[in-house]
């Protein structure tokens, strides 16, 4: 019995109705039991006065013994009360019902959608009726219901991509090893540069995925310091010195004069800006231009690179930060292009230093720009 009452919020809302009633009964009735005599007493005399005195004494001193009148008037009293206690006790267990049942209801339903959801059917909801706390509740646990699918639909994304990535240089290995067995290729340097250059692929495909999980899940401590914007920027020109030279691409620099320094991971940042910097070489032609500029604006240093490549249609723009997304896969996989996460991983790491990373371009052929921001040091 009380193990039901413990367990059963209902039933818990009812018993304090009772209890409720009945402890409001039991101090009517002590109430009662002392008030009364003296009460009674007082109205008795009263009425004694006004009938010009011939009801002195009749009052009555509770020790003598009570007039018939009065044991007469308690009894209907108590009747009364009995009355009273029985309505008030009817009305507590409708209400208590009627209450228990609005307020376990809606629990009893989230409690079942939520099991359903622990079973992986992540399209549940439950009904929000009202604007009162348990409403509110209904919806945040909606709410967390979409979160939750989203990120299963992210996971299944994410896997379907990933399988899809690595079919392409794995289908490319097996035909060309096939083809060498078969002696329809011949077993020439070219031939194994060209398997070489596909495993090389996987290789960076995995180094990728590996780096973006690590920087999604926030896996990896940032060591934020002042750092100084132009020691970032000459650590990736001499880095990508050769390539930029390789394609006889010439870098400009444009940083200011009295730039501050920022507040940055130094380690993080040059990555970035490799990322940046890379892409811009990988996407402008022979004899292009690359320029690096960085600039105060407010509480920030911009950092851009812009380039005289092949530039990105508008259409491209919003997904190019998407995993993945290449805007010309074909393209980019002839010129040595990456994975398509490269720019996903430089966001991530762009935001987890309060910083934001963004794309322009006037179009195809027409250059692009990538710039971000880092907050100053203080
Ligand atoms: N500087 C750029 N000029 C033109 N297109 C670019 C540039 N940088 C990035 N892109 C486009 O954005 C896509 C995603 O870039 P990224 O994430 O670095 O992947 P990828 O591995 O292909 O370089 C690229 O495939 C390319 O289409
Ligand atoms: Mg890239």
């Given at each position: 019995m009380t193990d039901y009452f413990r367990r059963h919020l209902g039933a818990k809302l009812l018993l304090s109705y009772l209890v409720i009633i009945l402890v409001g009964v039991a101090v009517l009735i002590v109430a009662s039991q002392f008030i009364l005599p003296a009460s009674f007493n007082r109205h008795m005399a009263g009425m004694g006065t006004m009938m010009g005195g011939q009801g002195q004494g009749q009052g009555w001193g509770g020790h003598t013994g009570a007039p018939p009148f009065y044991s007469e008037f308690r009894a209907g009293f108590n009747e009364a009360l009995l009355y009273a206690a029985l309505a008030a006790a009817v009305v507590?267990?409708?209400?208590?019902?009627?209450?228990?049942?609005?307020?376990?209801?809606?629990?009893?339903?989230?409690?079942?959608?939520?099991?359903?959801?622990?079973?992986?059917?992540?399209?549940?909801?439950?009904?929000?009726?009202?604007?009162?706390?348990?409403?509110?509740?209904?919806?945040?646990f909606n709410q967390m219901a979409e979160k939750l699918n989203e990120v299963e639909s992210m996971r299944r994304q994410l896997?379907?991509?990933?399988?899809?990535?690595?079919?392409?240089?794995?289908?490319?290995?097996?035909?060309?090893?096939?083809?060498?067995?078969?002696?329809?290729?011949?077993?020439?340097?070219?031939?194994?540069?060209?398997?070489?250059?596909?495993?090389?692929?996987?290789?960076?495909?995995?180094?990728?995925?590996?780096?973006?999980?690590?920087?999604?899940?926030?896996?990896?401590?940032?060591?934020?310091?002042?750092?100084?914007?132009?020691?970032?920027?000459?650590?990736?020109?001499?880095?990508?010195?050769?390539?930029?030279?390789?394609?006889?691409?010439?870098?400009?620099?444009?940083?200011?004069?009295?730039?501050?320094?920022?507040?940055?991971?130094?380690?993080?940042?040059?990555?970035?800006?490799?990322?940046?910097?890379?892409?811009?070489?990988?996407?402008?032609?022979?004899?292009?231009?690359?320029?690096?500029?960085?600039?105060?604006?407010?509480?920030?240093v911009q950092i851009s690179v812009r380039d005289t490549g092949v530039g990105i249609p508008s259409e491209h723009l919003p997904h190019i930060f998407d995993r993945f997304y290449r805007a010309d896969k074909s393209r980019s996989r002839r010129s040595g292009g990456g994975s398509g996460i490269g720019l996903t991983i430089a966001r991530a790491l762009v935001e987890a230093h309060g910083g934001r990373l963004w794309a322009e371009s006037a179009g195809e052929g027409k250059g692009s720009t990538f710039t971000f921001t880092l907050p100053l040091a203080k």
């Amino acid at each position: 019995m009380t193990d039901y009452f413990r367990r059963h919020l209902g039933a818990k809302l009812l018993l304090s109705y009772l209890v409720i009633i009945l402890v409001g009964v039991a101090v009517l009735i002590v109430a009662s039991q002392f008030i009364l005599p003296a009460s009674f007493n007082r109205h008795m005399a009263g009425m004694g006065t006004m009938m010009g005195g011939q009801g002195q004494g009749q009052g009555w001193g509770g020790h003598t013994g009570a007039p018939p009148f009065y044991s007469e008037f308690r009894a209907g009293f108590n009747e009364a009360l009995l009355y009273a206690a029985l309505a008030a006790a009817v009305v507590a267990i409708v209400l208590g019902f009627y209450l228990s049942r609005s307020v376990t209801a809606p629990i009893s339903a989230m409690s079942l959608a939520a099991e359903r959801i622990a079973a992986g059917r992540y399209d549940e909801r439950v009904q929000v009726h009202g604007a009162d706390e348990l409403a509110q509740l209904a919806m945040r646990f909606n709410q967390m219901a979409e979160k939750l699918n989203e990120v299963e639909s992210m996971r299944r994304q994410l896997i379907g991509d990933v399988s899809h990535e690595l079919r392409t240089p794995l289908t490319a290995i097996k035909g060309s090893m096939e083809g060498l067995m078969d002696g329809v290729l011949p077993a020439t340097q070219d031939t194994y540069q060209q398997i070489h250059a596909e495993a090389d692929r996987l290789n960076r495909l995995v180094d990728d995925l590996q780096e973006l999980s690590r920087v999604e899940s926030q896996a990896y401590q940032l060591d934020l310091r002042p750092v100084e914007v132009s020691s970032i920027v000459t650590t990736v020109t001499k880095r990508l010195a050769p390539q930029a030279e390789s394609k006889r691409i010439s870098f400009d620099l444009d940083l200011a004069s009295d730039l501050p320094r920022v507040l940055a991971d130094e380690d993080r940042a040059v990555q970035v800006l490799t990322n940046l910097t890379g892409n811009a070489l990988q996407y402008t032609p022979e004899a292009g231009r690359v320029t690096i500029a960085a600039k105060q604006v407010n509480h920030e240093v911009q950092i851009s690179v812009r380039d005289t490549g092949v530039g990105i249609p508008s259409e491209h723009l919003p997904h190019i930060f998407d995993r993945f997304y290449r805007a010309d896969k074909s393209r980019s996989r002839r010129s040595g292009g990456g994975s398509g996460i490269g720019l996903t991983i430089a966001r991530a790491l762009v935001e987890a230093h309060g910083g934001r990373l963004w794309a322009e371009s006037a179009g195809e052929g027409k250059g692009s720009t990538f710039t971000f921001t880092l907050p100053l040091a203080k």
